[in-house]
């Protein structure tokens, strides 16, 4: 089997990591400190654009780049160490470790904090490439070579297609299986957990090849 198809991408918030808590705790501080309600139980629900679009629904446009720096000053701290994994995030990843694959993390999450996060969560990965969202994604997958791409988002479902890649969605974030199959997605799990006898049977006709 060539390196290509044993590439995977993953997204991040609620694909790999359990981000909910960390995020609403950041946006809790973030409208204490600036005096504006966010409601961050309407936020967690509805993770997957980026900060700035988030902020939108709160802020006037002029506030929106003050407080997403806020936002992000206090991320590390705050939101970090309050990450845990989604289920079956560790044997998903080390189902295609074993398989001699390559894994990327592609995410609307900056760069840095995305990092911060695979680390924290001893994620084996070969590249993280953040602040993208949708087909923005496509690129960095293309790039990698990665042949599967897997999202909790209908957005990860566009991602997928812009990157020439195979949609994998799980049913771990807003969109139940249902919905995920009627926005075109390849592959949908229950969630991870469900990831690696899927990879294993998928991988398993190429190398017949």
Do not use: C
């Not at 973030?30 to 504006?36: D, P, S, Y």
């Not at 295609?96 to 995305?114: P, Q, S, W, Y």
């Not at 771990?172 to 006898?197: C, M, N, R």
Request: glycine share 10%; no cysteine; net charge negative.
């Amino acid at each position: 089997m060539s390196d290509r198809m044993s590439s995977v991408g993953f997204d991040l918030d609620l694909t790999l990591a359990d981000t909910r808590a960390g995020i609403a705790a950041v946006y809790d501080e973030v409208a204490l400190r600036i005096g504006v309600p966010i409601d961050s139980a309407v936020v967690v629900a509805r993770l997957g654009p980026p900060l700035e679009w988030e902020l939108a629904h709160w802020l006037p446009p002029e506030e929106v780049p003050a407080a997403a720096a806020l936002y992000r000053s206090l991320y590390p701290s705050m939101a970090v160490p309050a990450t845990t994994l989604m289920p079956g995030a560790r044997q998903a990843v080390e189902a295609v470790r074993r398989a001699g694959g390559r894994i990327i993390v592609v995410t609307g999450k900056n760069t840095l904090d995305a990092a911060r996060t695979v680390k924290f969560l001893g994620l084996d990965v070969d590249e993280v490439a953040g602040s993208v969202f949708a087909a923005a994604k496509g690129p960095a997958l293309a790039r990698f070579g990665a042949t599967a791409y897997v999202g909790d988002h209908v957005a990860d479902i566009e991602a997928a297609r812009a990157g020439d890649a195979v949609s994998v969605a799980v049913a771990t974030g807003v969109y139940p299986i249902g919905e995920l199959h009627d926005h075109g997605a390849d592959v949908v799990l229950g969630d991870l957990t469900e990831f690696a006898d899927w990879f294993d049977g998928w991988r398993a006709p190429a190398e017949l090849v």
